[in-house]
């Protein structure tokens, strides 16, 4: 999948792409009915949520689910970051987010490559970050929510909080949140039809099999989940190869360390049974949980 | 303000209505205007959110502050609820809820008319309850969401949930709210456009200035407000005086005691200083402090 030079100038302008309905419901449901076998699992990549068993986070399922090992070589969505990075890709991060019916917790105001720099040493910001919605996305469970254009300031100033929520994040200051939504168009308006008119800030919205491409420095936050919905969602963050991260400070299952360009499968590729690797299949390596502090100790 | 057969047909149905802009710009902006000072007093009268200083309720400020004694009298406020409840009014119960930039919390489903018939023995639930925007309101800032039709199961089972947030709240099951939601036009769909069509859950959403009345067992709560814009409110409780409360669990500045009807104002008394009584004035009288676990033992 090409992108246009409109959606290229828009993604240069807003820092996200919008893909409404991009797999079919066919194909997203397949996906959905895979997750809650992963999130069952008693493994220390399905983190839950501080006040319940819910999962807020599975990670790495492409190295031990053949459903998300297809979609992460999907040409669907590789092909518009390929587009726009310009370069072979490899997966650097891996996500199933519950944000589940009633237990979905906040993501606070964050830059995800803020972290990728900080723990990871990415050298830049040539990493991209895609949501697909597994669920249907509404206003009233926990949409993802961008400050557009928010992208363009480069690394912010963060600080790691890890009371908030039960997964630690490096979080942008209130302050700053406040200067670049109002730089975006703060609060927005309402047309005279009582139709609130975006500002500052944006949801994108829409039926499961949906997709979001979205800036690696682009801010972005979502509420809680009161709803009787799930809101499952995979975000998968590609890197450039040649960007590859230098320190292998968080676990394997966390930040990748294989660097092996993404070959796509074909456009079906989640309908036909096509053979994937599953390198995870029996259970996490333990060279997977080993850290270093060090630039690329592990690897050497 | 009279409200027309289909207005009364629509309350009755769906349980609540919806007054976009019933309050000037200038009418809003003046009693959002006396908020700060309110919020700044360390008084008991001011509930804090669990994890900052910023303020989740403040009770009773009719009884101590000129512009919301005049808007607890307005003609434009009682004459929709009179219409309904076909009887005299008291204030039952008069908050102004912070919902703060960044800061405000949720809150979990609940009804009203649960608590105050198990608090304060209020005999039916011929009481109703206003929202006045302050701010505005939109997706973003945590607004009100109802489930349409759910006043119509009167009581529903509760518990007593004391940890979740700062202000205890008897709140709704979550089997029972799925089943509510459902009954209700569950997740709702897109349409061509891609714009979400409402289901079983509603949130109305507009310019500071608008009024929501909605019956007291319908079934409400708010998400956490993520946004760097406050969305203070202003929520009265009204009961038919002949329907008072009975017992005096709860302090008076959260349950009132006082049964004498509203006498209405003419309809520019938020522009104009109409003389009010301000018996707090000078602080919270010691016996509004009291309760009791008996019937009316403190008004004995």
Known sequence: MKL???QVAQFDRDGYLFFPSLFTPEESKLLNDAVPALYERREVYNVREKNSDAVRTNFAAHLYSAPFARLARHPRMVGPVQSLLGDKLYMHQFKI????AFAGDVWQWHQDYGTWLND???PDARAMNIAIFLDDVTEFNGPLMFIPGSHKK????AKHDVTTTSYPL???DNELIRQLVERAGGHGGFDAAGRHVDGGIVSPKGPAGS????HSCLVHASGSNLSPYDRVAVYLSLCA????IRRFKRPEYIAHRDFTPIECLPDDCLLKPYPVDLPWRDGVPASALQTSPDAMKIAA
């Open 241 to 244: 190869v040649s960007n590859h």
């Open 97 to 100: 987010n519950g944000k589940m």
């Open 154 to 157: 480069g690394v912010v100033d």
């Open 211 to 214: 997709m979001i491409l979205f």
């Open 4 to 6: 246009t030079p409109e």
């Open 170 to 172: 490096w979080t942008v």
């Open 120 to 122: 990871d040493q990415m």
